[in-house]
């Protein structure tokens, strides 16, 4: 009976080893880091995993920086059992919480740094700047730049921003006392909103006013029978020799192909399309609304798609396009054979190429406006910190 005890004690001892060895093997530990310009007293952390709940937060570890900033911090400890990626959210006192998404924090063995959060508290919507008279020595003419920057910009001066989306006819997009035809988009309304909701991430857009040679500067050939066309590629040109590190010098972002994105309607859709397909190690982000297949011939559809290919690029640039039902036919007709070809080139439906059919849509700002939310949504989905 003894030596029985005896080896069952063993028995105890080593399970208990095993079973600790394997639960601290399993275990894995993650900082989260919160940064703000200022001190804002205690910050809590909630979260869906990793000893984190949504109910009541855990005090995070407090340090000051020499310029005034500070950082909060907390380790949370995860195992097989947390399935990735944890979804978190900061607290001011574990009552106010941040605005926007969840951050979203990746568990995966390859995600080795800290996830560091830049929440903003206390703002709601994005604000407006114009740059006059923007020259282009490519062109030789002067246009306006108009500006939006996210909620958080300005209350956490501490973030860079990845998400930069060059958007064309840029009088119609903010503003109905600039707009061609009195209408505009209302971009700031549309990603105010989505934002705040948490429906899809920060970015910042530059809107590069037309000018009165757009039919030009939107086509990148020539068309017989419009009598025009042809400087897309020096508009083009432009827009990274002189846009792209106007931005760079004046805002605080971090570009990165994955992110830089370009979009418009129309003509604007047309040489979106043509510079996302020609200048895919440029643009990670492509919008093509309504655009404008039919120039010159169809001749984006019948020699660009065809002989000019981005599909070998890894990743490949993700193009959003659409059409609406009481436009001219032959926008969705060309529009849905463009979206074929990218399905049958290596394009995932739903991943990396969007269509979108606007049952009712004109072909109008009446109409690109109120449906602008889908490819901001399509093109900057949450990402994981």
Not at 51 to 69: A, E, I, R
Not at 98 to 123: H, K, Q, R
Not at 257 to 275: K, V
Request: glycine share 8%.
């Amino acid at each position: 009976a003894y030596r029985s005890q005896i080896m069952m004690l063993i028995f105890a001892f080593v399970t208990y080893v095993v079973f600790s060895t394997i639960q601290t093997v399993d275990a894995s530990s993650k900082a989260i880091v919160a940064k703000y310009p200022k001190d804002l007293g205690a910050l809590f952390l909630r979260g869906s995993g990793c000893g984190l709940n949504w109910n009541s937060g855990v005090s995070m570890t407090k340090t000051s920086n020499k310029d005034g900033s500070v950082q909060w911090s907390h380790d949370v400890q995860c195992t097989s059992a947390d399935k990735g990626p944890l979804e978190v959210k900061v607290l001011i006192a574990d009552e106010r919480w941040m605005l926007g998404a969840n951050a979203f924090v990746d568990l995966s063995a390859n995600a080795t740094s800290a996830a560091e959060i830049y929440p903003w508290f206390f703002t709601y919507t994005g604000s407006l700047t114009i740059v006059n008279k923007v020259y282009s020595s490519e062109l030789g003419n002067f246009r306006d730049v108009i500006f939006y920057t996210p909620p958080s910009y300005n209350e956490n001066t501490l973030k860079k921003h990845k998400n930069v989306l060059i958007m064309h006819d840029g009088q119609n997009l903010f503003n109905p006392a600039t707009s061609a035809f009195g209408t505009a988009w209302m971009c700031q309304d549309t990603l105010d909103n989505l934002i705040i909701q948490g429906k899809s991430d920060e970015v910042i857009i530059a809107g590069a006013y037309n000018t009165n040679d757009r039919m030009n500067e939107y086509t990148y050939v020539y068309d017989p029978s419009e009598k025009t066309g042809g400087k897309g590629d020096l508009y083009l040109d432009w827009i990274e020799s002189t846009l792209i590190p106007l931005i760079q010098k004046d805002y605080r972002v971090q570009l990165q192909r994955e992110t830089l994105g370009i979009l418009g309607s129309s003509l604007g859709g047309l040489i979106s399309c043509y510079a996302g397909w020609t200048r895919s190690t440029v643009y990670g982000k492509v919008g093509c609304m309504s655009s404008s297949f039919w120039w010159d011939d169809i001749d984006f559809i019948n020699n660009i798609m065809v002989n000019k290919n981005p599909s070998s690029l890894v990743p490949v640039p993700h193009i959003y396009m659409d059409s609406g039902t009481r436009e001219d036919l032959t926008c969705t007709q060309y529009t849905t054979q463009f979206y074929n070809y990218c399905l049958g080139d290596g394009f995932q439906a739903d991943k990396s190429v969007f269509q979108y059919i606007d049952q009712g849509g004109s072909h109008s700002e009446s109409s690109w406006g109120p449906r602008f939310y889908i490819p901001m949504q399509d093109l900057y989905p949450v990402t994981p910190v």
